[in-house]
């Protein structure tokens, strides 16, 4: 028996390698992938996958770790702050969107409770897909992407009991009646009540004690045994493992261990979810799908148009903006995972048939594989619907014009905006000179350009981005970060443009000085922050500024314990498990969203962690004030530049929003 089970997960294995390498070749969705192994291999085709009970238990299991980092990805702050799209926008688009799916549902024949279930799984949509797409865009902070991201958290708090109530049908094989669902509608409450004083009580405490032992293994046991045992704790009251994951998940998103423990749970997540996805492939009868192929485009066609239509509906309710609200409708109009999940524990409960229940499973999966391109160009979606020829100028393309005319002006380009890159502009800032910077990072160009900084994505070893970037106006270039072929590649670059431009390189080490030199680089300086000490004064000489000026700029840096090269936005997965690292202090912005709590507050009266978080500047209508008056009274839309350490960033971010 254990030969046979373990003959069967290398089989799938195998064919998930050869598939997901077909999938990556083309630029598709793993999900793709997975699905396609399980039909492949599943017993409506080659039926070398027929016993796959094991496999169904780890798919189970990936499940768990997926709503588990749902629930790390969950903000009870920022629910509240943003109460009128979470509960006005996003109640409203999961009430009608369930409703008109239900009744389509119970007309076709399933039973009433079972058809609520199938009309919220597709209500659904996908969080991770949007919310990347979006991030990658630089859209996050956009109107139509606030809406979403409402309608995509009430959609969390929906999938909770739609869960519930799919498993609890599918292990009875039939649908329950009212009393049933009030009996599990509290002992829902109960296993909440009971996570929430066990996670304030005991879990704070001890990741506290697990992270001054400084284990990483240690740490991700704690985190695996976490997951599990919320799982394992509602299971035994009754209810599904996954929203005993899903609350530890909610638990541990408030305190300052949350992406530690994303980057910990990730590699178990992906893999597990794979099996999970092998599972729901495996579900599908290709040569159905095949001879119900019209059905299924038709019904493709209604999920997009549906759900887009209600969302532009209920959007126009709120905010007067016919684009603005078919923009929002547009980015939420795919399917999500977590309706694999419902409509899957449906099937395997066999409560609804089969031959309904696939072609919804193939139309999510369609949906998916057209999401990102739904979310990239819903903005030129919308304005073909409307017939519009003219797009109103964005946030992002007015700093991009900005950007523009900045560099038709004598300007500093620096290519890298990590520590170094951010240590040097601050410097130059501070001495009137005007850079332009790239990045490949988008969540730290996103946060930079909210913060006011003229910051961009792209590839400084490309002429066309370099000539963009104003390279015939600049007074010199900066290579700040710490990779020496792409240096050497743009130096090269930079050498075949103009020739007499000063580039300064910044490296880890010598080893390759003699390469840099031979490439064209004028300067080669060392790392550390003694090492941007000599970058900023290699730079402001090359920029004429007088010798004595730039001894007494670096002398002062020194004086105030490299306080100013500490000011950085870091990297989304940078936080350190070391709750002694030293320098820990780093920048954050802080979006007030309506309804935040420090709206109409002054600096003063924030009192930010009794002095240990400060506010760097405010960005206010696009210009940005350093060291702001403490008087000075937030507005709705005002974003924050907060700096601190990573723990109390997070809690005073908490409190900004809901005091």
């Known amino acids: 028996m254990a030969g046979t089970v373990l003959s069967q997960i290398l089989i799938l294995l195998a064919g998930s390698v050869l598939v997901l390498s077909l999938v990556r070749r083309f630029a598709l969705p793993p999900i793709l992938g997975y699905l396609l192994v399980g039909m492949l291999l599943g017993p409506h085709a080659l039926d070398l996958a027929s016993d796959a009970a094991a496999v169904a238990l780890l798919a189970e299991i990936g499940v768990v770790f997926l709503v588990f980092t749902l629930g790390l990805e969950f903000s009870l702050a920022r629910m509240i702050a943003m109460k009128a799209e979470v509960l006005g926008v996003g109640g409203l688009q999961m009430l009608l969107t369930t409703a008109l799916f239900a009744v389509a549902a119970w007309a076709a024949g399933i039973d009433p409770a079972v058809a609520i279930v199938v009309g919220g799984a597709l209500a659904m949509s996908s969080t991770a897909i949007v919310l990347r797409q979006l991030g ?39 649908a329950l009646g009212p009393a049933w669902v009030l009996g599990m509608a509290g002992r829902a409450v109960a296993a909440l009540l009971v996570v929430l004083v066990l996670g304030r009580w005991i879990l704070r405490p001890l990741f506290h004690e697990i992270a001054r032992h400084q284990s990483t ?14 799982a394992w704790a509602t299971h035994g009251l009754g209810l599904s493992m996954a929203l005993g994951a899903f609350l530890a998940g909610m638990l541990l998103a408030e305190t300052e261990f949350k992406y530690q423990t994303e980057a910990v749970i990730k590699p178990f997540q992906d893999i597990l979810l794979g099996l999970f996805f092998i599972s729901v492939g495996m579900l599908l009868d290709l040569r159905l799908l095949l001879a119900q192929l019209p059905l299924v485009l038709a019904l493709l066609a209604a999920l997009l148009v549906v759900k887009a239509a209600v969302v532009l509906a209920v959007v126009r309710w709120f905010v007067p903006n016919t684009r603005k609200a078919l923009r929002t409708g547009i980015v939420v109009s795919m399917g999500g995972e977590f309706g694999f999940a419902l409509l899957t524990l449906l099937l395997k ?13 193939t139309v999510i999966a369609l949906s998916l594989l057209l999401g990102p391109l739904l979310v990239r160009y819903n903005g030129r979606i919308a304005d073909r619907i409307q017939r519009r020829r003219t797009v109103e100028p964005s946030e992002v393309a007015l700093e991009t014009a900005a950007t523009r005319q900045l560099a038709e002006r004598e300007h500093v380009i620096i290519c890298g905006f990590g520590r ?21 990072d988008p969540f730290r160009v996103r946060d930079a350009r909210q913060a006011g900084d003229p910051v961009v994505y792209g590839d400084a070893s490309e002429p066309e981005v370099l000539r963009a970037l104003g390279l015939e106006h600049a007074s010199a270039l900066v290579v700040s970060f710490d990779d020496t072929a792409t240096a050497l590649r743009i130096v090269r670059r930079v050498r075949r443009l103009r020739a007499d431009l000063p580039v300064l390189v910044r490296t880890e080490d010598d080893s390759r000085l003699d390469a840099l030199q031979a490439a064209g680089a004028t300067e080669v300086i060392p790392e550390t922050f003694e090492t941007s000490l000599s970058l900023v004064a290699h730079v402001l000489l090359v920029l004429d500024v007088p010798a004595p000026e730039v001894l007494e700029t670096t002398e002062d840096i020194r004086h105030d ?10 990297k989304r997965d940078a936080r350190p498990l070391d709750e002694a690292h030293a320098l820990r202090q780093q920048l954050r912005t802080v979006v007030l969203p309506p309804g935040a709590w420090a709206v109409g507050q002054s ?8 002095g240990k978080v400060l506010v760097n500047a405010i960005r206010r209508d696009g210009i940005v004030g350093r060291n702001p008056d403490p008087a000075m009274k937030l507005r709705e839309g005002d974003v924050l530049i907060l700096w601190g350490v990573p723990e109390d960033l997070e809690q005073e971010e908490s409190r900004l929003l809901t005091g």
């Open 217 to 230: 293994e240690t740490f991700t046991l704690t985190v695996l045994f976490v997951a599990l045992g919320g």
């Open 136 to 174: 990658d865009q630089l859209e996050l902070n956009r109107t139509h992407s606030r809406l979403a991201l409402g309608i995509l958290l009430f959609q969390d708090l929906a999938f909770a009991p739609l869960l519930a109530l799919a498993t609890s049908i599918s292990e009875a094989g039939q």
């Open 349 to 361: 409960g066999r409560v609804v048939d089969a031959a309904l229940v696939q072609p919804l499973l």
């Open 561 to 570: 314990r490299y306080a100013i090269l500490r000011s950085v936005f870091r």
């Open 603 to 610: 600096i003063r009266d924030l009192g930010l962690h009794e």
């Open 420 to 440: 170094v890159g951010q240590n040097l502009a601050r410097v130059l800032e501070r001495r009137g000179i005007e850079f332009i910077a790239l990045d490949l």
